[in-house]
């Protein structure tokens, strides 16, 4: 399974930004869908979660601001970010789990001016 990132860039705080992760290949059945973020100097964390079935899970800092959402037939998660804040700045990895497997992307920049 291969993942394709897309979305991130430059962003004033309070703005907004779209991810994007496409999964292709021997696709099976993709359960759990995941984003992931690392800022430097810092541990990666989970920003947010979405099961098949539309269940989701947000990490603290981004209740309320952050959206995840997926589309199946087309084996992609979303991550709307709205109101980003400086503190949102990190490369944002896209995860999946396929058969029990976890497969990772490679990570999109998001950048928050000030």
């Known amino acids: 399974v291969q993942l394709q990132a897309s979305g991130g860039g430059l962003v004033q705080a309070g703005g907004s930004l779209r991810l994007s992760c496409a999964a292709s290949g021997s696709i099976f059945i993709i359960g759990t869908m995941n984003w992931y973020r690392q800022a430097p100097g810092k541990q990666r964390e989970l920003v947010a979660g979405i099961t098949r079935i539309g269940i989701t899970n947000y990490g603290d800092s981004v209740k309320g601001r952050f959206t995840i959402s997926r589309d199946n037939a087309k084996n992609t998660v979303f991550l709307q970010m709205n109101s980003l804040k400086p503190d949102d700045t990190a490369v944002y990895y896209c995860?999946?789990?396929?058969?029990?497997?976890?497969?990772w992307g490679q990570g999109t920049q998001v950048t928050v001016s000030s």
């Open positions: 995860n999946v789990i396929a058969r029990a497997t976890p497969y």
